[in-house]
């Protein structure tokens, strides 16, 4: 599958964005979907995403409370919302999939998008 964020840009801190990943194809209880982030330098670290179901969530939790995943199985798209952003909250967003239950791990990821850039500024 192929996935295609977007949604990116410049906010100041306190403001919301909202990013999608379209995939080019069904992700409804084929794929566990989810969204990582990277700064330079860092690791790229789980942000949020679905079980396989898509019946529960998870996040990571630096953003519980401020970042909502949804999904719309119909576009074969997920979203992630992202309010009462921070400038900590600066980078690269990836969506990602993978043919199992979670997508925590960036080590299980098989799929990843090409990445939509945040910045937040104070």
Not at 3 to 25: E, H, I, M
Not at 77 to 88: G, V
Not at 106 to 120: F, K, L, M
Request: hydrophobic share 35%; aromatic share 10%.
């Amino acid at each position: 599958v192929q996935l295609q964020a977007s949604g990116g840009g410049l906010v100041r801190a306190g403001g919301s964005l909202k990013l999608s990943c379209a995939a080019s194809g069904p992700i409804d209880k084929i794929y566990a979907m989810g969204w990582f982030r990277q700064v330079p330098g860092k690791e790229r670290e789980f942000v949020a995403g679905f079980t396989l179901s898509g019946a529960s969530t998870a996040y990571a939790n630096s953003v519980k409370g401020r970042f909502t995943i949804s999904r719309d199985n119909d576009k074969n798209t997920i979203y992630l919302q992202m309010n009462s952003l921070r400038p900590e909250d600066t980078a690269v967003y990836y969506c990602a999939a993978r043919k199992g239950q979670t997508v925590v791990l960036v080590t299980t990821v098989d799929y990843w998008g090409q990445g939509a850039q945040v910045t937040v500024s104070s």
